[in-house]
Structure formats: structure tokens, C-alpha cells
């Protein structure tokens, strides 16, 4: 799929989010276009920028550069989230959804890449972004009081600028092209843009630990980009520090590839992969792909390390313990339901079943559509753009149910 064509599938996927308060987003690879989003500068990188020597000006204190704030009435969380449970009979339930008003527990969203801003990095201005907080992150209201920032992330035109630089080095036998770019970065005294983008992140969250938190147990949510941020965050301000990494239910990298602990060095020293739904203070990852797609060699996502052989983290937030487990899945309306509908959003309740997969060289969350003739519900709900991004548009929406109950049962709600 060429640039234009990429562009116009996430342009698309922004329109449908803003239409119907919901949707998706991007996401990129381990070395080919993993500096591009999931690190800040890959949509689907899961590379995180290197340590910041740049201080963000952003203020903080400033409520409107947070997409999601607890104090702000009408923000980008403040949407009508009522759904309609769809059964494979066609019986319709709603749904109605009621936040938890002063929740004990914090989720600090990072959104994936989604702005249409020009240039290297986007603005501080909610735009396109608002539609990820309403898809990915508004949900959660659920069980958590949501802090959601604006971070002048990598927008998507410069994303797939640097996807399609990267594949022109690729092609290039000589390596004249990346060796005059690397030498250019390190003459500029300007920070790279996933470094600028970072220190936003460091700031947004060094605010909200000091101002907004008072001592209350967090939760980390990121996809893609977000994802990537997340992980230099939570090395260089969490791993470490005993005092704030206690605080810490979970961190959720989806969309990305967290290095595992079964073969060489782990992503983080002192935070394990949770592997029991009430087990806290850990790390849940994984990124999606279609029982019947796997990874391809181009794949964007789960690939080993080829230096040290470590694999990559999947997580299955619908069985952590391992083996399958049902899925609790919701969709802006409008898009994948068969029957009609008068909410917002769709449920399926076990439509999608999950299973952590491997081959020799990927690891990955597989999804298989349950659907069987005379099934109401959809036979195949989306999410995909190339292969080499298996179904990365719908990694949340796949699992946010299971995720939403992992966080109730991590701190200990009913």
C-alpha cells in the first residue's frame, strides 16, 4: 500500500472515530519503521527515543493542553459511551455507562499517532487526536479517574515521510543516504522529534505525579507512538524509583514490542509481565494479528531481536496465565454491527477469541472471529491495513473490555 493510500486509510479511520465518538489508530516495526511511531517517530514503532536533553516549555498546569482531565467538564472523555451488547441471536441490550466518580485509582493515557499537523512534530492543540481519547481511553472512566495529555507527537505525514526515507536506505546498496542523515542529526543542535515529543511526555507526567496524583495507585495506557513514549518513560522516571514504581497497577505498551524476559535481557529490571489478573506493579504488551494472517517477514511488530535472540512480550489480556480466553471487544456504531442500533458503541461479548502465538521469529496476540453461519454478529469486524500491521487499527478495541477488568481487579474492585 503506497503512502497516499496509507495516509487516506488513517484520514479515514480519524473521520469515523470523530463521526461516531469512537475509533482507532497506528503503529510500526522493531527496526524498519519502529523509529517512526511507537517511539514517537513510527506509527507502530515500539524503538523508544533516546533520553531527552530537551526541557519541554509546555505548562501543564494549563488544563487545555489535556485531551482528558478529571476537573474539565466536556474534554475529550466527557462523551456519551452507552453501547449496545449484540448476541450471536441478534438480541440487542443496552447498555448505559456510568464513570466512577472520584475512582481511587489514576489511567495516564498516551495516544498513538494520529495528528494531521504538518511538519515534524504536531502542536498542543486538540484535534484528530480527540478521536483516539474517545476510542481508546474514555472507556476507562469506568475505573479510573483518566489524565490524558497533549504531547506534540510525530504527525502522520511525517511518519510515512520517514517510513518511506527508511525504505529508500533499504534500497540503497551503497548506505550513502543513512550514513549523510546520521551525520546530520549529530551536527543539529536541535532536539530529534521523538526527543521533543518525549520530554512533553516527561513533563505531562512529572505534573501530574506532583499536582494531580495526592498518592493514589496509576495505571499506564499507551498504543503505538503512545506505547513508545511510554517505554522510555517508565525506564527512565519508574523502573528505578522504588517510591513511585509502588504506585504502579500496570503498565499497558499496546501496539508495540516489549522485550520479554524469556530469552535475553528484559524491557525493565524491576517490572515483570503480568502474568495473573491481580498481580500489579507489571508490564501488559502485545500487538494483534488474524489467526489466518500471521506475521509476515516485513512484519511491523513481535519481531526477535536477531542480536540476542529475545523474544517478544505477549501479553493476553483475556487469559494473562496463558492458553485462550474470550474477548470483550466495543466499536463505534456505524461500522461493524449487522443489526441496528440506536447507542454509540457496540459490544461483542466473545465474538473474538485471543491466544498469544509464536513462530521462529515473532511473537503476537492471535485473533480468531468465532462467527458461524446464523451468527448476527459481524463475520470479520476490521482493523487492518497491510499485512505488516496485522489488525493494529483495532488492538484496543479488540480487548478493552478485558482490559478495563484486569484494572478493576488490579485494584481491587468487584
Not at 535481557?265 to 515483570?272: G, L, M, Q, S
Request: aromatic share 8%; net charge negative; hydrophobic share 35%.
Amino acid at each position: 500500500m503506497n503512502r497516499l493510500r496509507l495516509l487516506g486509510a488513517f484520514a479515514v479511520l480519524v473521520l469515523f472515530a470523530g463521526a461516531c465518538t469512537s475509533t482507532d489508530d497506528s503503529g510500526s516495526s522493531n527496526e524498519d519503521v519502529e523509529e517512526t511511531e511507537d517511539t514517537g517517530e513510527t506509527v507502530g514503532s515500539d524503538e523508544a527515543p533516546e533520553e531527552a536533553e530537551y526541557v519541554s516549555d509546555a505548562d501543564y498546569s494549563d488544563q487545555s493542553i489535556w485531551l482528558c482531565h478529571p476537573a474539565v467538564d466536556g474534554d475529550a472523555c466527557d462523551i456519551d459511551l452507552d453501547a449496545t451488547l449484540i448476541a450471536a441471536d441478534g438480541t440487542t441490550t443496552v447498555e448505559p455507562f456510568e464513570p466512577l466518580a472520584d475512582a481511587p485509582v489514576d489511567c495516564f493515557y498516551l495516544y498513538p499517532t494520529s495528528s494531521t499537523d504538518p511538519g515534524e512534530n504536531s502542536d498542543l492543540v486538540p484535534d484528530s487526536e480527540a478521536a483516539m481519547a474517545h476510542n481508546q481511553i474514555a472507556r476507562f472512566a469506568e475505573v479510573c479517574n483518566v489524565y490524558a495529555p497533549m504531547y506534540r507527537s510525530i504527525p502522520l505525514g511525517a511518519l510515512f515521510d520517514r517510513i518511506e526515507e527508511r525504505q529508500a536506505e533499504e534500497d540503497d546498496e551503497s548506505g550513502s543516504s543513512e550514513d549523510e542523515g546520521d551525520e546530520e542529526a549529530a551536527d543539529s543542535s536541535e532536539p530529534a522529534p521523538a526527543q521533543f515529543a518525549y520530554a512533553d511526555v516527561e513533563a505531562a507526567f512529572a505534573h501530574y505525579m506532583a499536582e494531580e496524583n495526592d498518592g493514589k495507585p496509576f495505571v499506564l495506557v499507551g498504543h503505538s507512538q503512545g506505547s513508545g513514549m511510554m517505554r522510555t518513560l517508565v525506564s527512565e522516571q519508574i523502573d528505578d524509583e522504588d517510591e513511585v514504581r509502588s504506585q504502579l497497577l500496570s503498565t499497558m505498551m499496546i501496539g508495540a514490542s516489549v522485550r520479554s524476559d524469556s530469552e535475553g535481557d528484559p524491557e525493565f529490571a524491576n517490572i515483570p509481565p503480568c502474568e495473573s489478573p491481580d498481580q500489579t506493579g507489571c508490564v501488559i504488551s502485545f500487538a494483534t494479528y488474524y489467526e489466518d494472517e500471521p506475521p509476515p517477514e516485513s512484519s511491523f511488530f513481535g519481531r526477535r531481536d536477531p542480536e540476542d535472540g529475545a523474544r517478544v512480550l505477549c501479553s493476553n489480556p483475556a487469559n494473562l496465565a496463558g492458553g485462550s480466553g474470550p474477548l470483550s471487544s466495543y466499536y463505534g456504531a456505524g461500522g461493524t454491527e449487522t443489526v441496528a442500533v440506536t447507542t454509540p458503541w457496540v459490544h461483542y461479548e466473545g465474538l473474538l477469541v485471543s491466544e498469544c502465538a509464536s513462530s521462529e521469529d515473532f511473537d503476537w496476540l492471535q485473533i480468531t472471529n468465532t462467527h458461524q453461519e446464523g451468527d448476527a454478529r459481524p463475520a470479520d469486524v476490521g482493523g487492518r491495513l497491510t499485512p505488516e500491521w496485522g489488525t493494529h487499527l483495532s488492538d484496543v478495541n479488540m480487548t478493552i473490555g478485558n482490559l478495563i477488568e484486569l484494572v478493576k481487579t488490579q485494584s481491587g474492585g468487584e
